[in-house]
């Protein structure tokens, strides 16, 4: 079993910066990859990034990309989520996941484990 309990999520001004964390319990963190999903109102779950077991490896959905990194510290149990230039867009929950596989995926029913989620709100 695995439990995620995200955090970081605020208001913020469109251009703004914003770093969430996802902190996970139980010893077998470093097994896992993570990824982060969001979901705006009326919308579905969208894939965000996703970072492999070792974080030598990661993945972005293209709304994000050169704008969001992903990262993880496996000795910490946390994986890192690095939100820069802010949209209006970008207003949503944003949610950790945890998968049992060396890399991330897409998918968000090819994760196992879920967070609550946090609520990041960007202003225009």
């Known amino acids: 079993q695995v439990q995620l309990v995200e955090s970081g999520g605020r208001l913020v001004q469109a251009g703004g910066s914003l770093r969430l964390s996802c902190a996970a319990s139980g010893r077998t963190f470093s097994t896992f990859a993570m990824g982060w999903f969001r979901q705006a109102p009326g919308n579905e779950r969208d894939f965000v990034a996703g970072i492999c077991w070792n974080g030598d490896t990661t993945i972005y959905a293209d709304s994000v990309k050169g704008r969001f990194t992903i990262s993880r510290d496996n000795a910490k149990n946390t994986v890192y989520l690095q939100m820069n230039s802010l949209r209006p867009e970008d207003t949503a929950v944003y949610s950790c996941?945890?998968?049992?596989?060396?890399?991330?995926?897409?998918?968000?029913?090819?994760?196992?484990?879920w967070g609550q989620g946090t609520q990041v709100t960007v202003s225009s």
């Open positions: 996941a945890a998968r049992r596989a060396v890399c991330g995926s897409t998918s968000y029913s090819q994760y196992d484990y």
